[in-house]
DNA sequence: GTCTATAGCCGGATAGAC
DNA sequence: GTCTATCCGGCTATAGAC
């Protein structure tokens, strides 16, 4: 599986995002037509997504949000009732999507080695795909209220656990010889956010997705593979 | 070096901090009696890391500094001329402490290995005496206006420098292998930086520095020293 | 559906009493 | 040195015209 490969399977665009929200609340939403929802909300969580990564979604005014969509303030409030309300959308979808991906992925495979590079690689491509968000979602966790910030902290949670999982099923089968599985998951997990949380870096460097993938599953499976 | 004795060498504290900030800055300030402005601003340095750490530096007032410092708006203006200075206090007298404590771990000590395993441990040691300072300049960078952001990424960058030299003369001298010195050191950073971005996680699952300073030099070792 | 205008509030900052 | 009172600008949110 390359990066070209998983693109090709795994087809989406802040459109088809924006085009399952409305599926999705199509009842609640004040404006009615999909195609002007569409094109609107994906201007907004785009733009806010941009700008709060460049100062933060709490530093976002909704007069910034409405000189860089284009949009007035008036039309801003005919797709989210408050500014916290724009925070859970975007959260609450992003990381619906990921999950979507992320277990398409893993489906049908069973041998434990295969898993974690299956998992590694998809897991990376996702957060090349989707950048934006996941940087987001790592830096606003704590801007959330608290009911929010329990979910975001249980979607991270649950793909170590994931992890977690794939690294005791494979000491199990006597694949991976591991001492202590908690702190080995969080290590993959900490070279997985790295590349979202340092993109800048990785641009600057020349490293692309591929080469990134290549070198962190070298280097964990060195220090896991039974020899 | 255990952390213990690491903690024993380099005793310093909130107080200790702002009490060098006082004799750097003497002349500026407009308070004049030295334990007045140690105790004053420790415990503005203190409450100001506390509230932004748990909702962002943006988000917190400087009603909200006020009245969980006790100090009055009027009295918190006699130690900082605006909110952007305090960001900038707070952020120039951490990395100048930083630097500081890490340069004097480094000295006197040439063997590549042994460097790698001193600064990684120092790293790790110093995030965690200052874990909210560390968390703070991560989570704050993009707040900061140009010039201040510069120069938190500037140090961010120089920190792996030297971790990419360490790497380097190790190779030279054939005790490590590595293929790509860029990437195994932004490994290392990342491995290096979990620590203090997830100190919640560590906590909860009773793993503490030295057990976490084990565990990745242990990896680390594992992945680049020829065998 | 989208806009403009504005209500009402909260933030940073300061003046002047003690 | 520290406090209270206050200014004013910018913020979220909404009402009502088009």
């Known amino acids: 599986m390359t990066f070209e ?8 665009s802040m459109e088809s995002i924006c085009r399952d929200f409305y599926h999705a609340n199509k009842n609640r939403l004040k404006i009615k037509k999909e195609e002007v929802v569409v ?6 969580v785009e733009t806010t997504l941009a700008i709060s990564i460049r100062k933060g979604f709490d530093a976002m005014s909704l007069r910034d949000l409405s000189r860089e969509s284009g949009l007035s303030m008036g039309a801003l409030y005919s797709y989210f009732a408050s500014k916290e309300e724009l925070l859970y959308l975007i959260q609450d979808f992003g990381q619906r999507t990921v999950k979507t991906h992320l277990e398409a992925e893993l489906r049908d495979i069973t041998s434990p080695l295969e898993k974690l590079r299956a998992f590694i690689r998809a897991h990376l491509y996702l957060s ?14 704590r801007a ?9 902290i249980e979607s991270e949670l649950m793909t170590e656990k994931i992890v977690i999982e794939i690294l005791q099923d494979g000491k199990a089968a006597q694949v991976f010889s591991i001492q202590d599985e908690l702190l080995t998951a969080g290590a993959i997990k900490a070279l997985m956010q790295d590349w979202y949380l340092k993109r800048w ?8 997705v591929d080469m990134y993938a290549d070198y962190i599953t070298g280097m ?8």
């Open 220 to 227: 964990i499976e060195t220090s896991i593979l039974d020899t």
């Open 5 to 12: 490969e998983f693109k090709q399977q795994h087809r989406f």
């Open 144 to 152: 959330m209220d608290k009911q929010d910030r329990k979910r975001s």
């Open 128 to 141: 090349e795909l989707m950048q934006q968000w996941f940087y987001f979602f790592f830096m606003e966790t």
């Open 201 to 208: 870096k990785f641009r600057q460097r020349n490293v692309n």
């Open 39 to 44: 094109r609107n909300l994906s201007n907004i």
